[in-house]
């Protein structure tokens, strides 16, 4: 019995020396609007169209950027890009009201080209009578990209295959 004792505590501190903590999933948050909730005229092209306040947390270790995808899947022609970051380092967290629609971003990172043809951020400005929803889409990716200048959301999307290593969403709804 005194053998059995000894050999289940040695396998208890085996099992516990192997066990990797399990790490909390990646999270993207807004101080703008909830989970799909409505995102404000503010961050729309009925208001100032200025991007929402962004933060993330529980990155995994190995993270050395971030890729943020914003696009309303409801359009009417499809899939619409309303912006594309990426190169974001791994110890920015958040991104402010506003980030400038300039390639560079303050702090790193770059803005990609939207489905408007513009550099950075457009907020939502769906056809009147439809609600739709909107999609920030958060990567952290094990690298970082080489998409060229002026990349468009599938440009990124490719250079970023096989580099994903956790994801988050936040939607959030609008209707004119």
């Not at 270790?61 to 594309?84: C, M």
């Not at 739709?132 to 468009?152: C, E, I, K, V, W």
Request: net charge negative; proline share 8%.
């Amino acid at each position: 019995m005194r053998n059995l004792h000894r050999i289940s505590i040695a396998l208890i501190c085996i099992l516990l020396a192997y066990a990797h903590p399990a790490q909390a999933q990646l999270s993207l948050t807004s101080t703008a609007f909830a989970r799909g909730s409505a995102i404000p005229t503010d961050y729309a092209c009925t208001g100032d169209d200025r991007s929402p306040a962004l933060s993330w947390s529980n990155a995994p270790d190995a993270t050395k950027s971030f890729v943020l995808i914003v696009e309303d899947p409801d359009a009417p022609g499809g899939t619409f890009i309303h912006w594309v970051a990426y190169n974001i380092p791994a110890q920015i967290t958040s991104l402010p009201t506003g980030v400038p629609q300039t390639t560079e971003i303050a702090g790193g990172g770059k803005n990609g080209v939207n489905g408007f043809d513009h550099i950075g951020y457009n907020g939502p400005c769906p056809p009147p009578g439809k609600m739709h929803h909107y999609h920030f889409r958060l990567f952290a990716l094990d690298s970082r990209l080489t998409p060229g200048d002026n990349a468009r959301a599938d440009a990124v999307e490719s250079a970023m295959k096989g580099h994903v290593i956790a994801t988050a969403e936040l939607i959030g709804t609008f209707e004119r």
